[in-house]
């Protein structure tokens, strides 16, 4: 696997090193890739952001737990984390666009396993408002909720609104990464 952190101190100075020497290696045994994205998540956590990110908590955000305490997870509602993320992930995109015509690398998953330990979704005040304002129209759609009345999470969901609530907020993350690489290439993305 390709590690973000370690090719990538900043957005932007990226190495391509590892990345051209798997492409190369590829071409070379005629077979195909699909490359796997740690940006924000792996496996729950944020053990694989950058250092400088994972260093400087206020400005990209542990999810918080019903208590108030820091979890060992990103937090969906971390602007910074986001913004520094789709910028990395357009940019890698971009050079897969670039060093890639052949089309070697068949496609990328965006972020892996992302979610949160220790707490059923993340409780910061953006998360709360978030969670306290109307549900999203489309999502009731989707969710088959027919109401006249615009529901916040609890009132929509009841027992099970903090996890569809996570659920939301995390594809909502990753979503926006996918579709800042796929703005520059379109490459077939999933995350799972």
């Known amino acids: 696997p390709v590690y973000w952190n370690q090719f990538e101190p900043r957005p932007g100075q990226f190495d391509y090193t590892l990345i051209d020497m798997l492409l190369s290696e590829a071409r070379k045994h005629n077979v195909h890739l699909v490359l796997l994205w740690f940006g924000t998540w792996k496996n729950g956590s944020q053990h694989y952001m950058p250092d400088w990110m994972k260093l400087d908590p206020t400005r990209y955000a542990h999810a918080i737990d019903r208590s108030g305490q820091a979890v060992d997870s990103p937090s969906p509602f971390a602007t ?86 996570n659920a939301w907020s995390v594809a909502r993350y990753v979503g926006q990464v996918a579709a800042a690489g ?8 999933y995350a799972n």
């Open 182 to 189: 796929e703005a520059v290439y379109a490459l077939p993305l």
């Open 80 to 165: 910074s984390s986001l913004e520094e993320d789709k910028a990395a992930f357009a940019a890698f995109m971009r050079h897969l666009k670039e060093a890639d015509p052949q089309r070697t690398v068949i496609m990328v998953q965006v972020e892996n396993e992302p979610g949160n330990w220790n707490s059923v979704r993340d409780f910061s005040p953006a998360a709360q408002k978030a969670f306290e304002a109307p549900v999203p129209p489309e999502v009731l759609s989707a969710m088959h909720v027919k109401t006249a009345s615009s529901p916040n999470w609890q009132q929509a969901f009841g027992p099970d609104a903090d996890e569809y609530f």
